[in-house]
Nanobody, 116 residues
Framework: QVPLVESGGGSVQAGGSLRLSCAAS????????MGWFRQAPGKEREPVGN????????NYAEPVQGRYIISRDNHKNTVYLQMNSLKPEDTAVYYC?????????WGQGTQVTVSP
């Protein structure tokens, strides 16, 4: 119903930074909680963090706390994930999603690879 497209993934060396974008076309996401998730090889999908509709409240999972920043631009209908001080263990496919009585409307994901 709401197409989401992640971009900005790629390969980076440990200590580097990347910024992921999650853009939605069509309907606005300004009234929804948005979330970032990731799934590393051989592991279950885990939450990275989420952001309130207005962007005034942000939650982060412990492994990324202090290194990642989630923000949003509702005018552009886009959510961002700024990743700093990347570690090899951050390597995963990163997904964005919309919360609507559960996490729905998932993007296709973008690969982030962090080399030592």
């Amino acid at each position: 119903q709401v197409p989401l497209v992640e971009s900005g993934g790629g390969s980076v060396q440990a200590g580097g930074s990347l910024r992921l974008s999650c853009a939605a076309s069509g309907r606005t996401l300004s009234g929804n909680i948005m979330g970032w998730f990731r799934q590393a090889p051989g592991k279950e999908r885990e939450p990275v963090g989420n952001i309130s509709p207005s962007g005034d409240r942000v939650n982060y999972a412990e492994p990324v706390q202090g290194r990642y920043i989630i923000s949003r631009d509702n005018h552009k209908n886009t959510v961002y994930l700024q990743m700093n001080s990347l570690k090899p263990e951050d390597t995963a496919v990163y997904y964005c999603a919309v919360y609507l009585m559960g996490w729905k409307f998932w993007g296709q994901g973008t690969q982030v690879t962090v080399s030592p």
